[in-house]
């Protein structure tokens, strides 16, 4: 097989991705189901079309093109990421796995293979958590972690239901509708910047990814007693603030004391009331993020949180409570993709670690219906979310050819 990546055109496909968004470059921004996600979904769905491929979508949004294989009864060999991008991002995240996914597919289609299963890109809808507080909502639905219930219980910021913004952008089906079984799909293969530095550090220019990282998020609500910032005295304080001050650096040490590397907790939200600094913090909310590829570890640090949570409730006479908002297995990767990946690096002298992916990925619930598993190429600095995400043009077209000789390996499978 002579694969040809035509570099040139997926790098001004991402180019031209990038400027529609609903801030000005370098700096990008779509959010599902906004005016920006509407036309970029419209942009590809053409460039999918224009490709030869049937394009159809489900009740949420979630966009997939197919190309026949000479058995279309079988199930299909699956790629894809998503194209919502948060505020003040970069133009790498998700969209190389969407149209790195189109350009391994032409490439095939260019270089006269044939293949027995059908092979399909997916697009997927709000990975992203900004518009509906919850990430990947799309592969959620598609997997069966996530019910049709979610119409009505999740909203936006607008006081908007899932179900009025998907209905208003034309998406009107049934939303248990988008649900598909296990073995849908014969095996998925999703392509990634790595979003950390390691790839970079070493020199290697692909990454088999073996395990996806559980996340955890929880809120957490802090009530204590407001008042003058002169007129209450210190013995007499029950400083929100404070109490969830300790709290987060309790959360930190708690994902320390694992001695393991992959387990990681963030505190990246911190909301004071009223937030005056001439008053005592009345109230304060956390919202926490807590990760690792071993889900026990995970949840003994979501404990050792919760411990804390009642510690300091006792000790600074403030009341807390906690929710968690999701708690989701950890996946790991399919062991005979990860093979296909390693070998289709080995036969083009292509260097190729094996690691984890610290971030997660549609590919997490992916794994819930089928065979999984990523690639994942350098970017600068290990910087992602940010307007100075990058990836060479050389690291993209790398994963670009091993991603489609891996489907089009498994696509020959009967």
Not at 70 to 83: D, E, F, V, Y
Not at 139 to 155: E, I, N, P, T, Y
Not at 261 to 273: L, P, W
Not at 346 to 360: F, N
Request: hydrophobic content about 40%; charged content about 20%; aromatic content about 4%.
């Amino acid at each position: 097989m002579n694969l040809k990546i035509q570099s040139s055109r997926l790098e001004s496909e991402l180019a031209e991705l990038a400027e529609i968004s609903a801030i000005p470059a370098p700096e990008v921004e779509r959010i599902v189901f906004s005016e920006q996600d509407m036309r970029a979904r419209v942009w590809l769905k053409g460039l999918c079309a224009a490709a030869g491929l049937e394009v159809r979508e489900d009740a949420v949004g979630n966009t997939y093109a197919r190309w026949q294989g000479s058995k279309p009864n079988l199930p299909a060999i699956a790629t894809g990421s998503h194209i919502d991008a948060i505020p003040h991002s970069g133009r790498y995240d998700g969209t190389v796995g969407v149209l790195g996914g189109l350009e391994a597919i032409r490439a095939l289609k260019e270089s006269g293979f044939q293949p027995t299963r059908s092979l399909e890109l997916i697009f997927f809808t709000s990975e992203e958590p900004t518009r509906f507080g919850i990430g990947c909502l799309g592969s959620r639905l598609m997997s069966g972690a996530l019910d049709a219930s979610a119409d009505l219980k999740l909203g936006d910021s607008a006081g908007e239901t899932l179900r009025s913004v998907r209905q208003g952008a034309g998406f009107i089906g049934d939303l248990s509708s988008t649900r598909l079984p296990v073995g849908h799909y014969a095996g998925f293969v999703e392509l990634h910047i790595e979003q950390g530095p390691l790839l970079e550090q070493r020199g290697i220019p692909i990454g088999a990814v073996t395990a996806i990282a559980a996340p955890a998020s929880l809120r957490i609500a802090i009530e204590g007693h407001g008042g003058h910032a002169g007129a209450v005295l210190m013995p007499s304080r029950h400083d929100a603030f404070l109490a969830a001050a300790e709290i987060a650096l309790a959360l930190e040490a708690a994902a320390r004391s694992t001695g393991a590397i992959d387990s990681v907790a963030t505190t990246g939200i911190c909301e004071v009331f009223p937030g005056l600094v001439n008053s005592v913090p009345s109230k304060a909310k956390l919202e926490a993020d807590i990760r690792d590829i071993d889900g026990a570890r995970r949840d003994g640090m979501i404990t050792s949180l919760e411990r804390a949570c009642t510690d300091v409730s006792a000790r600074r006479g403030v009341k807390v409570t906690t929710e968690v908002v999701n708690r989701d297995d950890p996946a790991s990767c399919d062991s005979g993709i990860v093979g296909t990946v390693t070998t289709v690096c080995e036969s083009h002298g292509i260097a190729c670690d094996r690691m984890v992916s610290r971030a997660y990925h549609d590919s997490l619930f992916m794994a819930r219906i089928c065979p999984a598993a990523m690639i994942f190429i350098p970017c600068r600095n290990g910087v992602s979310h940010r307007p100075e995400e990058y990836s060479s043009p050389e690291s993209i077209a790398t994963g670009v050819l091993v991603l489609a000789e891996t489907m089009a390996r498994l696509a020959q499978g009967d």
